[in-house]
């Protein structure tokens, strides 16, 4: 009895561990197949956060190159828009001479018939015949003069036509590559790739190409041309009131007085289709003399101040987005008989005239009235 017992002892312990061996095996395997598909997704989604770092990178470098055609189709615009206005100019200056060509053209047939006519006179006309002459010389010589003019514009016409053109081109060239970016990058952004353990933080933005870095700093300089253009360009004054006195609250002047003539008070204002261009910008107004081409100077030199250039090139003023008044005062004597007041946008070393910041304030001694 004692031997059947150890031996059921024996076979039922010898069961219970080949049966705890095979499980072991078991699990020991499938811990294996978990382990290999656990490397396996790690190195898939390593591989996807590398993507997705590549394409995030690959989205703002087209960003960058959207941003870069865009500002170059803006300043082509300009350009282009530039180009037509002085073509139009063009157009019209050509139609000008063209009128003068023509006049002086039948006045010299008009001259040639009437010393045809008197050549035939039975009446001596050498002396009327000569001046007649004369008279159709000069104007041949001048039609001569304005035909060669009119061939310079019409030759600068076509040139102008031309660059429009090549702008034209380059413009649409730059829309259909920008369309291609754009849909580039649309296609990026909708099909990312997959992440399946842990929210993928991209990596930083990578250096755009050293192409496209000069490029942007182009355009950042572009930007700044076409700020100064927008003011420059587009900018008017409107003139409220000018007028030349003796003194600040005297009577106004008609006519000049060299001697009397010391303020000149001026109320205008500054209009521009963007006004925010011109917030804060500074400017200089100038009296100007025009028959010795030269400034009027503001508060005229401190004699014992010789090199200071106070005053020397006008009055400076920064504009606020109201009505500005001047009283531009100058002493100094004053014999010319033609004067004006210009405006002259004022950057970090330099002046730019403002396209339509010119009037005539007296002409042959005479103040005009505003």
Request: glycine share 4%; aromatic share 6%; hydrophobic share 35%.
């Amino acid at each position: 009895m004692n031997d059947l017992n150890r031996k059921l002892i024996l076979i039922s312990t010898s069961a219970l561990a080949l049966t705890a061996s095979t499980g072991f095996l078991v699990q020991t395997e499938a811990y294996s197949k978990l382990k290999l598909k656990y490397n396996s997704l790690t190195k898939e989604n390593q591989v996807n956060k590398i993507n997705l770092e590549e394409q995030a990178k690959t989205i703002y470098q087209l960003g960058e190159v959207i941003k870069v055609k865009n500002d170059s189709i803006t300043i082509l615009n300009l350009k282009i828009d530039e180009l037509v206005a002085e073509t139009i100019q063009l157009k019209g200056k050509i139609k000008s001479l063209d009128q003068k060509v023509h006049q002086m053209s039948e006045k010299v047939n008009d001259l040639t018939k009437q010393i045809g006519t008197l050549e035939k006179s039975n009446k001596s006309f050498t002396a009327r015949i000569s001046t007649l002459e004369n008279e159709r010389s000069e104007l041949l010589k001048k039609i001569e003069s304005l035909d060669k003019k009119r061939t310079q514009e019409k030759l600068q016409l076509e040139e102008k036509k031309e660059k429009a053109e090549e702008h034209n081109r380059a413009r649409k060239q730059l829309e259909s590559e920008l369309e291609g970016n754009k849909k580039q990058r649309q296609l990026l952004n909708v099909s990312p790739q997959t992440v399946v353990d842990e929210p993928v933080i991209a990596a930083p933005p990578a250096p755009v190409n050293p192409g496209i870095e000069d490029e942007k700093e182009r355009i950042i300089a572009s930007r700044k041309q076409m700020r100064m253009r927008e003011i420059v360009m587009a900018t008017n004054i409107d003139f409220n009131s000018i007028s030349v006195r003796e003194e600040k609250g005297g009577k106004d002047l008609d006519k000049l007085k060299g001697g009397e003539w010391r303020y000149t008070i001026i109320n205008f204002d500054l209009i521009n289709p963007k006004p925010d261009a011109i917030i804060k910008e500074e400017f200089i107004l100038q009296v100007f003399d025009t028959d010795n081409q030269r400034v009027v100077p503001f508060n005229e030199s401190n004699p014992g101040f010789p090199d200071s250039n106070i005053g020397a090139t006008g009055y400076k003023f920064t504009y606020e987005g109201n009505p500005v008044e001047i009283a531009y005062f100058n002493s100094q004597q004053k014999n010319s008989k033609n004067y004006e007041v210009r405006l002259y946008y004022a950057g970090k070393g330099f002046l730019l005239p403002i396209k339509n910041g010119t009037t005539r304030i007296i002409e042959q001694g005479q103040v005009k009235q505003f």
